[in-house]
């Protein structure tokens, strides 16, 4: 059940950020994004990474990693579209 619970809140995450990529990849624009938001997400689930790693917890360090993955590209696309306003 434990394993279950934690891929399960890791899609979710993942699932969470998918609509803003993709609206930001149709229509190149991040005018009403905060950066921020999403250099404090990626921190914290980069840091949820860690903290899995280090205590052994290697379903954990999994089950962030694709929430990881899609805020930081998120975020890198901000930087390429910033100025497409």
Do not use: E
């Amino acid at each position: 059940i434990n394993t279950i619970i934690a891929y399960s809140a890791g899609s979710i995450g993942f699932i969470t950020s998918v609509p803003q990529l993709i609206q930001i990849i149709k229509t190149k624009t991040v005018r009403d994004l905060n950066p921020y938001f999403f250099i404090l997400h990626s921190m914290s689930d980069i840091l949820y990474i860690i903290y899995g790693v280090l205590a052994n917890d290697l379903l954990l360090s999994y089950s962030l990693s694709l929430p990881a993955f899609c805020n930081i590209c998120i975020f890198i696309l901000w930087i390429k579209y910033k100025d497409n306003d």
